[in-house]
């Protein structure tokens, strides 16, 4: 049970997968393509991992406990889970522009 929450992020990445990939949004679309999409996930990944940081930091976040999750820590209050979570954000805000941009009919344009 120790790795259950990191395997649920790995399988809802999965499933955005299989969306973006149906729909053609954002690594399968011809126009953003997997480079355009790569560094939207990583700006994205870091300005969040950033402000994790900060949070951590200023101890406002701290490692919560959970029978689920994997307990490797890769620094004080900093879960490897937390690294695909990010990742898996990343991914899942650009799914959701592209998708809203194609049903407001925007896709395309520069606006």
């Known amino acids: 049970m120790n790795w259950l929450y990191l395997l649920s992020i790995v399988v809802s990445a999965g499933c955005m997968t299989t969306v973006d990939h149906r729909w053609k949004l954002c690594i399968f679309n011809e126009r953003y393509g997997v480079g355009r999409t790569l560094v939207g996930i990583g700006g994205i990944f870091a300005l969040l991992f ?3 940081c900060v949070g951590i930091r200023w101890d406002v976040f701290h490692k919560g406990d ?5 307990h490797v820590q890769l620094f004080p209050h900093m879960p490897l889970e937390e690294i695909f979570f990010l990742l ?5 805000t650009l799914i959701i522009v592209s998708a809203a941009d194609r049903l407001l009919g925007r896709e ?4």
Do not use: I, K, R
């Not at 959970?66 to 994997?70: A, C, E, L, R």
């Not at 898996?88 to 899942?92: A, N, Q, S, T, V």
């Not at 395309?108 to 606006?111: I, K, L, P, Q, R």
């Open 108 to 111: 395309g344009s520069d606006a």
């Open 88 to 92: 898996f954000l990343g991914y899942f």
């Open 66 to 70: 959970s029978p689920y999750m994997s």
């Open 50 to 52: 950033a402000a994790d």
